[in-house]
């Protein structure tokens, strides 16, 4: 039996979630709306009749006419919450704030535009988290724009660089003499690839590949200011992340041409989807975009001189690769490759009745040992691992308990794959599971449950599911209890 103990003594073990995904309170205390309460209240298609088992979410349809209105309910349980990490060993939390929370209408204009009441419930968040002895890890954004800035074009207008770094700077000012960790955008692939290309959370779904560029050089602007002006105004030492989507490939076999085949596809670019490590990781940390990349997209920007020119320019090159102090990765599956005979990789479909999650997606524990080790053999900055999970459509047991024995097994395998990492010489300081509790999956409402944590959506009690308990032996043994089976 593999041992582990690979862990680095200082390994942060901990849990995510986002706003929109547990908090609630969508309009409470004065929260402005934000794109995802406009999507989830005005975009059911008519004739919509709810959950239909088996249901595939349609675009423009969040499963089951479901909304973020209630989730979790996390703005009136933190306390609770809290509580329940600390029973879990959890040594950090990793949450997002709701831009809209603490400026309404998106857009600083003086102190009278930021709501006390929303800053004061992240102050109370921190609070509690410290009291029990868990570091706070905020995301300052995790796809939930506020409305008005969704109207006037989101990442499609370059104003937003200036609007978010006004919202990093109200938030730093208020939390920073507590909070020392920050992560400033999630997955920009996904809320400017698949999601506006399927037009599922979109500020224009028409958008070309140029348009699209666009604003993806913006969103990575936006970062760059966040960065800088979380360096400029913390009171405390900060530790600066992101955390992107990592797409992983992995070796089909133990060739090492397959092995060169994996690393290629991972860091390649050969379609114009946004599903890349590389068109936003080599600009942050080299200061450029890749090669590969500007070839693809070559026609789309050269025939626009405006995309051409911010592409390029120098200014804002430097303001995007701002030193980052860890590089953070939301891992869940990767496919497998091969090298075909003409040297190009090729991907191998997984077998039929290949392990897959509730949602769909093929269980593949390598993910946690190549994604670490291309991304880190490229970029050489620290990393965390800021999300890793699945949904499986737990219940409650008769006797009370959430036997969710597929989730453990699923963590063990990949955290095992992520010691190997380490052993392998990643710099890895840090896992974070998500999710911590069941939450809104999104387009697909509340039917997939990720949470270590069980909810009952119509009464909010919580209880620990079996993957927890062992999660928390995890956590006290820095990893030892991976060797121990199941639990
Ligand atoms: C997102 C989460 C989401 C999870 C599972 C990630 O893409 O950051 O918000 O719930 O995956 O789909």
């Given amino acids: ?78 306390v609770e919450d809290v509580g329940l990490m600390k029973g879990l060993n959890l040594q950090a939390y990793r949450f997002s704030i709701a831009w809209s929370r603490v400026i309404p209408n998106g857009i600083y204009d003086g102190p009278s535009s930021v709501n006390q009441k929303g800053l004061d419930y992240y102050s109370r968040l921190v609070d509690a988290l410290l009291a029990a002895g868990i570091t706070p890890y905020p995301t300052l954004f995790h796809w939930d724009v506020p409305l008005a800035i969704w109207h006037k074009g989101a990442w499609h207008n370059r104003e937003i660089v200036k609007w978010f770094e006004d919202y990093t700077r109200v938030v730093v000012d208020r939390l920073s003499d507590r909070v020392k960790h920050w992560m400033t955008i999630n997955e920009p692939q996904i809320f400017l690839g698949p999601s506006e290309h399927e ?19 913006h969103t990575l602007l936006a970062h760059g200011r966040s960065v800088a002006t979380i360096r400029e105004h913390a009171k405390l030492p900060p530790t600066i ?3 992107p989507i990592g797409r992983v490939k992995v070796p089909a076999s133990d060739k090492p041409q397959d092995l060169d085949a994996a690393r290629k596809a991972t860091l390649g670019i050969y379609k114009k989807d946004f599903w890349t490590n590389t068109w936003f990781a080599d600009p942050i940390v ?70 897959r999650t509730a949602i769909g997606w093929f269980v593949e524990p390598e993910a946690l040992y190549w994604g670490p080790k291309f991304l880190f053999e490229r970029y050489k900055v620290p990393m965390m691992i800021t999300e890793n999970g699945m949904s499986s459509h737990d219940w409650v047991d008769l006797d009370g308990k959430v036997r969710d024995f597929a989730r453990l097994d699923y963590t063990r395998r990949y955290l095992l794959a992520l ?48 993957s927890a308990k062992w999660y928390a032996k995890v956590i006290s043994s820095n990893g030892e209890a991976l060797s121990n089976g199941l639990g």
């Fill in 199 to 217: 037009g599922l959370q979109t500020s224009n779904a028409r958008a070309s590949h140029a348009q699209r560029l666009l604003a993806a050089h």
């Fill in 286 to 355: 080299f200061g450029h975009y890749p090669e590969d990349g500007l070839r693809l997209y070559h026609d789309d920007i050269s025939r626009n001189p405006h995309l051409r020119a911010a592409l390029s320019s120098a200014d804002d090159l430097r303001t995007i690769s701002q030193k980052i102090d860890f590089y953070g990765i939301n891992v869940y599956d990767a496919e497998r490759f091969r090298m075909n005979d003409k040297g190009e990789p090729e991907k191998v479909p997984f077998p039929d009745g290949h392990a």
């Fill in 241 to 243: 992340g992101w955390a």
């Fill in 1 to 78: 039996m593999e041992t582990c103990l690979n862990f680095p003594k200082n390994f942060v073990w901990g849990a995510a979630t986002s706003a929109y995904q547990v908090e609630g309170a969508w309009n409470a205390d004065g929260k402005g709306p934000s794109n995802w309460d406009d999507y989830c209240h005005n975009h059911i298609p008519a004739g919509s009749t709810g959950d239909i088992p088996g249901q595939v979410y349609t675009p423009g349809n969040v499963q089951a006419n479901q909304t973020g209105d209630f989730a979790a309910d996390q703005y009136h349980r933190f």
């Fill in 419 to 466: 010691g190997r990492a380490i052993k392998d010489g990643v710099d890895m300081r840090g896992y974070f599971h998500w999710s911590l509790l069941d939450n809104f999956e999104w387009q697909c409402g509340y039917r997939e449950r990720f949470g270590l944590i069980h909810v009952d959506y119509a009464t909010q009690k919580r209880t620990i599911k079996e």
